[in-house]
């Protein structure tokens, strides 16, 4: 053998494949600096806590430069790190220090628009013949003065903001300081993909695309239908907002959005194992879309699924009917459910709050996660069971909320600050008076309060997520016999090795399962008092089991296919 030949150890480019994603919202993780922020050296500390969960990867929300009128969603420089995170050095040492736990790093990457303060902004803006005079979406005024169409912005008003330098309307679907790039422009997909490759030369593993199907909006500027008062509501934009009075059938969904995440997909096959989880900010189409920008080996690898980010506690029929719409819908499709995120109100208040028995209904929506076909995304604080936070109006910092306050409070109430010792100023996460207040009622869930309880949530998630790696059929195995009652749910996961029953009794009577002749019950966490005997399964109220079954010798290609 030729010394001089390097071998290249094998690389699984699958593994994003049934992965457990823990998210993080870096403003309020931890801060190592004492300025009541989070940054990077504050996640580097708590890397070990989070490959001690039990996860595959992070996902950290924008740290890009920035001047934070969106919290790092408006980004002035995509290859920089903002001073209040740190700097490059301090990314690279997270990379290093997560490679090292074993834990992959995704990065939120906001493609389809930047901060008014971007240089390729200032520079649009200055003339229209400029070098960048045609890198954002600019149109005349109609001939009374008004914009050029009816699109509205998802942080309310007009999608339409006159600038008095080029005398024209520029568009936004956010804020008037979150201008929407021009991807008709080739030149404009050729610099965003120069910012992935560069942030994939310095060792991320992949990427969640912020509002990936908001690319592109339609050359001829038409004007989005009204939409039915029944369909006026979604986890991004609620009906108090009027955002949601239209169809929007122009202002995002293009078909010309493939060819550029073919293109994205082709920049990082260049790397030996990225992967890309796209979010779909859509309630109309987005399971349509999640099978259109999933589909094959060119497009991305999953998308971000918002089924359960809004509305009230999932009965057994409506899970049903969500994995049943994707089986008809994404066939081909590989999702990324998800419970809670930065946007959203906590699952734990939404689902929870008013729950006789709280603590195992939680444990309950976790194992049921974790035995969905799919990738997941874990919330921080979610496996602390944290609730929604009340935040005053004083101390709001979302520009969503401050617009639609009272009736929606906005995004603040689930991005107050980690709560890790409950003695500590601040509960452990800064020595400064944080960026929100530290909700007072998280002290008593702190992560040391839970490592010392036998029985917490943080040890149920510890616990679940370690089934799930001691089984893999849980992560990439395929799904069938999907049923549901009013009380239980029941589906099979299976791959060439092993088929498991997950039974859950979504209810408050006891429910009972005929099982196959040589069922075994596996799971071993206290939730888990179910009694098997005589091959019946009897579940109590709030309650699931995992069971072991004769092998269905099923292919898991072709169960794919069926959901």
């Known amino acids: 053998m030729n010394s001089n030949i390097s071998v290249v150890p094998d690389v699984d480019k699958d593994w994003w494949r049934g992965a457990v994603i823990y998210q993080i919202y870096p403003r309020s993780y931890q801060d190592a600096n004492g300025d009541g922020i989070g940054d990077l050296k504050g996640i580097t500390q708590r890397l070990p806590y989070i490959a001690g969960l039990g996860v595959d990867a992070v996902w950290i929300s924008p740290f890009f430069k920035s001047p934070m009128k969106d919290f790092g969603y408006d980004v002035s420089d995509y290859k920089d790190v903002d001073p209040i995170f740190g700097n490059l050095h301090d990314f690279d040492e997270l990379i290093k220090t997560a490679h090292h736990l074993g834990l992959k790093i995704m990065i939120d990457l906001v493609l389809s628009h930047t901060a008014d303060q971007h240089e390729w902004f200032k520079e649009s ?98 004007d989005n239908p009204a939409l039915p ?71 991305m690898q999953m998308c971000y699924s918002f089924e359960f980010l809004s509305g009230d506690a999932p009965d057994a029929p409506r899970i049903e009917a969500v994995l049943r719409s994707f089986m008809t819908e994404a066939p081909e499709s590989w999702s990324c459910w998800a419970f809670s995120n930065h946007d959203v109100v906590r699952h734990a208040t939404r689902w929870a709050e008013h729950h006789p028995q709280q603590h195992d209904y939680l444990c309950l929506m ?105 089984h893999s059929v849980l992560a990439k195995g395929g799904l069938s016999e999907l049923k549901a009652t009013d009380q239980l749910l029941q589906f099979v996961r299976h791959d060439d090795n092993e088929s498991l029953l997950c039974a859950f009794n979504i209810s408050d009577e006891a429910v009972t399962v005929e099982l196959p002749v040589g069922a075994e019950n596996i799971a071993e966490h206290a939730l888990f008092n179910s009694t098997l005997s005589d091959q019946s399964l009897a579940l109590p109220a709030w309650s699931a089991s995992i069971v072991r079954i004769p092998h269905l010798h099923l292919s898991t290609k072709t169960d794919a296919k069926e959901l």
């Not at 996660?369 to 935040?391: F, H, K, T, W």
């Open 366 to 470: 976790t194992t049921l996660i974790l035995c969905l076909r799919g990738s997941v995304c874990l919330y921080q604080g979610e496996e602390l069971g944290l609730p929604e936070a009340d935040v005053a109006f004083e101390d709001l910092q979302d520009p969503y909320g401050i617009t639609f306050w009272p009736k929606f409070k906005g995004r603040d109430g689930c991005r107050t600050p980690m709560p890790w010792e409950h003695e500590a100023l601040n509960a452990g996460f800064s020595g400064h008076q944080p960026w929100l207040p530290l909700a007072e009622p998280h002290r008593f869930l702190s992560v040391d309060t839970q490592q010392e309880a036998e029985h917490s949530m943080l040890h149920f998630y510890q616990s679940s997520l370690a089934m799930r790696r001691k």
């Open 125 to 222: 803006r200055s003339s229209r013949d400029n070098e960048y005079h045609d890198w954002y979406v600019w149109a005349d005024a109609k001939p009374d003065g008004t914009a050029p169409n009816n699109w509205l912005s998802i942080f309310g008003g007009p999608a339409w903001t006159w600038d008095t330098t080029r005398c024209q309307y520029y568009m936004h679907n956010f804020l008037t300081s979150q201008p929407d790039l021009n991807f008709h422009n080739p030149k404009v997909q050729d610099a965003l993909l120069d910012v992935a490759d560069f942030w994939l030369a310095r060792g991320v593993d992949g990427f969640r695309l912020d509002t990936i199907n908001f690319y592109f909006c339609d050359k001829l500027l038409r």
């Open 229 to 299: 008062d029944s369909q006026r509501n979604s986890s991004i934009a609620p009906s108090v907002n009027p955002y949601n009075f239209q169809n929007h059938l122009y202002d995002k969904n293009q078909p010309e959005n493939i060819e550029f995440l073919e293109r994205l997909r082709g920049v990082m096959d260049e790397y030996p194992a990225a992967a890309a989880v796209g979010e779909v900010g859509d309630a109309q189409y987005g399971m349509q879309i999640l099978a259109d920008y999933t589909a094959g080996d060119k497009r």
